[in-house]
Nanobody, 127 residues
């Protein structure tokens, strides 16, 4: 069973940057799609970005396009979320997730396709 451990969250000023990390030993052997989701205060969990582990194809929800980038380093067993130009609307608990099966629904962020989840790392924005 692959375990996912997120890190890198913290407090940042509007317009600032953070890099979230998801340490996932062995994920390349079992996970076909990796993703970041977030839960903002008072909101449902929502998809942020996905990456296909075989070829690093990536997909993003519209509010983060052009600002966030998902990447992977297979040698380090780590998936990253590079967050730039952070807005107050980006605050929340960010989760890493993995899907063992490749589906287009997983690529497009259907949470039901993901069977492995981390505990989350919190991002806050302070002016």
């Amino acid at each position: 069973q692959v375990q996912l451990v997120e890190s890198g969250g913290g407090s940042v000023r509007p317009g600032g940057s953070l890099r979230l990390s998801c340490l996932a030993p062995g994920y390349t052997d079992t996970m076909r799609v990796m993703a970041w989701f977030r839960q903002r205060p008072g909101k449902e969990r929502e998809w942020v970005a996905t990456i296909q582990t075989s070829d690093s194809s990536s997909y993003y929800t519209d509010p983060v396009k052009g600002r966030f980038k998902i990447s992977q380093d297979k040698n380090k067993n780590t998936v990253y979320l590079h967050m730039n130009t952070i807005l107050p609307a980006d605050i929340g608990l960010y989760y890493c997730a993995g899907a063992r099966r490749f589906t287009f629904e997983a690529l497009l962020g259907d949470a039901r396709q993901f069977d492995t989840w981390g505990q989350g790392t919190r991002v806050s924005v302070s002016s």
